[in-house]
């Protein structure tokens, strides 16, 4: 349940975003260097990851409701849980 809603969140995210959150989360870039990299200003590139990442966490939860509407699950429980799961995101 875990896994099948994050991946659906990432699946709905825009492919600029993902771009960028891979970027950050798995190959260590700064904001910067993708600032200079992308020629988009520093606050362009920290507004899109900022989005992304909040997309993200909404549309998780929303599919989690969705698919259990009894489960009452917080951002920081579902992370809580994928971690004790080991449940990866990028």
């Not at 994050?6 to 260097?33: I, K, S």
């Not at 200003?41 to 990851?49: A, I, P, Q, Y």
């Amino acid at each position: 349940l875990l896994r099948a809603s994050l991946e659906r969140a990432f699946a709905l995210c825009a492919p600029e975003a993902m771009v960028l959150l891979r970027m950050v989360y798995l190959h260590g870039l700064t904001q910067r260097e993708i600032m200079r990299m992308s020629g988009w200003s520093e606050s362009k590139v920290s507004r899109t990851l900022s989005r992304a990442m909040e997309g993200i966490a909404r549309d998780t939860l929303n599919e989690l409701k969705r698919r259990d509407p009894w489960l009452e699950l917080g951002w920081q429980d579902f992370l809580d849980l994928c971690e004790t799961h080991r449940i990866g995101f990028l």
